[in-house]
């Protein structure tokens, strides 16, 4: 049974960092994506990033780019966002995602199958 638990969200003011975890259990990341979405309040969820085979390309949204990381650790299991530069527009809750099929790496969230429980972030003053 595959399982994602996100971790590392909080409060940060304007110009802070963050940086979420999404360990997985279960889950075989060759040839797969783990995606990072958000979803604010009253608005539809948004892709963010997304990280191909546990370690090969990356991609970004242009909201995020230059300011956002994704990463993984195959000994922890574990892939990571590093958020810096934050800005009140980045408040949402951060959901990973993983496995949209063999060498697909969708920026839409309906062809997911496996999904963490989210994370909280609020970017204020």
């Known amino acids: 049974q595959v399982q994602l638990v996100e971790s590392g969200g909080g409060s940060v003011q304007p110009g802070g960092s963050l940086r979420l975890s999404c360990t997985t259990s279960?889950?075989?990341?060759?040839?797969?994506?783990v995606t990072w979405f958000r979803q604010a309040p009253g608005k539809e969820r948004e892709w963010v990033a997304a990280l191909y085979g546990g370690g090969g390309d990356s991609y970004y949204a242009d909201s995020v780019k230059g300011r956002f990381t994704i990463s993984h650790d195959n000994a922890k299991n574990t892939t990571y966002l590093q958020m810096s530069s934050l800005r009140p527009e980045d408040t949402a809750t951060y959901y990973c995602?993983?496995?949209?099929?063999?060498?697909?790496?969708?920026?839409?969230?309906?062809?997911?199958?496996?999904w963490g429980q989210g994370t909280e972030v609020t970017v204020s003053s």
């Open positions: 995602a993983a496995d949209a099929g063999y060498g697909s790496c969708p920026n839409e969230p309906h062809p997911y199958k496996y």
């Open positions: 279960g889950f075989t990341y060759t040839y797969k994506c």
